[in-house]
């Protein structure tokens, strides 16, 4: 019995060698990254409801999540927005695992994480500007979407044609 043994290639077009390889590392980074930040904002959204204080998270007057989640900048129009870091992450999530196979996708992340990183330098500006108290869950969520940023940049430059 004989097989037929072809060179494949992925939707950007690059041979089945170690382009594609590392666009699935790419890929795989970035959907780490995002289940990460789903974690971290999803703790961030209980702490906003929770009525008690957190220990873990609150070090001084300086560093405090419950100030920051509860102040009133933790909402946009009555939606908390560790909520909306939740679905931000998941979308991101979804890109790069259900949808990598799209060749839109790595504009769409770039896009969408893009958007996230502008929104989350917008809270970080108010964390260190208007509340005077910063938010560990915020800095971690901040790095992780930076480093998704950053990984999608290099994703589109590496597949566009």
Known sequence: MQFAVSETSDHFGASGGSSAIENRGLFLAIAI??????????????RHYAK?????????EKFSC????RSEYS???GIP??????AGYGAL???????????????????????GLAFALYLTYVEAYVLDTWCILCLSSLAMITLITLLAAVLQLRTRS
């Open 81 to 86: 927005v560790a909520g909306i870091g939740v």
């Open 66 to 69: 419950d100030v920051v989640n």
């Open 75 to 77: 909402s946009l129009v």
């Open 93 to 115: 999530l979804a890109l790069a695992t259900f949808y990598r196979s799209r060749v839109q996708t790595p504009i769409r992340l770039l896009l969408a994480a893009l958007a």
């Open 33 to 46: 990254l995002a289940l990460a930040g789903m974690i971290v904002s999803s703790i961030s959204l209980q």
């Open 52 to 60: 008690s204080a957190s220990k873990f998270c609150d070090f001084s």
